[in-house]
């Protein structure tokens, strides 16, 4: 039992926190909320109107390709502080990690993660005009049966 007194305090603690956060948050935060008080605050600069829009897909994006390479210099410290002890296996380790790390990036790139223009149309793969009646003029109907006219059920 004593091995998971350690563990316990730290429940113990994480759970006080928490509780203490809360708590502390209720009894400073403010009163008597006003439109001042309740309106977004950043860098000391009021906002004089609302946001354009919305935040695109490629901002998270590039928060993806922060993330993706703190965790791959995480895990390269203590890789480069004992890599002498891991010889030709931690060398290959290594390099997998690294291939998997850069095939990440590669796929974040294809999506357009540091593609900040604006964005560009791009033409349907089907044409919208065609038909039945197009199509089967243009390829032949020959060996075909006859097109069925729609609402004609």
């Known amino acids: 039992m004593a091995q998971y007194l350690p563990l316990l305090v730290m429940l113990i603690l994480a759970i006080l926190f928490a ?10 935060g403010p009163k ?3 439109l001042a008080k309740s309106a977004p605050y950043e860098c ?9 829009e919305r935040f ?10 922060f993330i993706v390479f703190d965790i791959e210099i995480i895990f390269i410290y203590p890789w480069a502080v004992i890599f002498r002890q891991l010889g030709a296996f ?28 604006p964005a560009k149309s791009i033409s349907p793969l089907v044409d919208q005009r065609r038909t039945t009646s197009s199509t089967v003029k243009r390829v032949g109907s020959e ?11």
């Open 143 to 153: 060996g075909r049966a006859a097109p069925v006219e729609q609402g004609a059920a």
């Open 19 to 28: 509780g203490l956060s809360i708590v502390a948050s209720k009894l400073l």
């Open 56 to 65: 695109p897909v490629r901002f998270y994006l590039v928060a993806m390709i």
């Open 44 to 52: 000391g600069i009021v906002p004089d109107r609302e946001p354009a």
């Open 90 to 117: 931690g060398l290959w380790e290594m390099l997998i990690f690294a291939v998997a790390v850069f095939v990440s990036f590669i796929y974040l790139i294809g999506n357009g993660a540091l593609n900040w223009g």
């Open 32 to 34: 008597k909320p006003t």
